[in-house]
């Protein structure tokens, strides 16, 4: 008996930037740090994959910026989205996707709250949503 291969899609707004990913994706995790925060104007809500089974399908207007001496994030330049984030290193070969970018069905649901400590001041987190305070030099 074979497994059947999952295919989602993604992309900005625009569409400049359009991606396909093959296989499993990572359920979603919230992160509520600094960065996330004024990259998004909230808080990042990221599934991820290993980064050989993403597929850029257009990706015109993909740019990258080191937003940190760790990691670096993938936006849309045209129109802003906020698309993907991974170690520079790559050690792991991850690319974290913003979850509102994927293409509905995605099947996935929210399994941990990051960096809960960083959070603002204008929202509270009241579900049981197991949440960490802070993860020493990882992100979403």
Known sequence: MSEVESIHTGRCLCGGVRYRVRGTLREVITCHCTQCRQTSGHYVAASGAPTNTIELL???????YASSATAERGFCRRCGGNLF????????????????TLD????LSVSQRIYVADKSDYYRLEDDIPHIDHIPHSRA
């Open 104 to 107: 509905p069905p995605t099947g």
């Open 85 to 100: 984030w991974r170690p520079l290193a790559n050690e792991r070969a991850w690319t974290s996707i913003m979850a509102g």
């Open 58 to 64: 257009c990706s015109d207007t993909l740019t990258w």
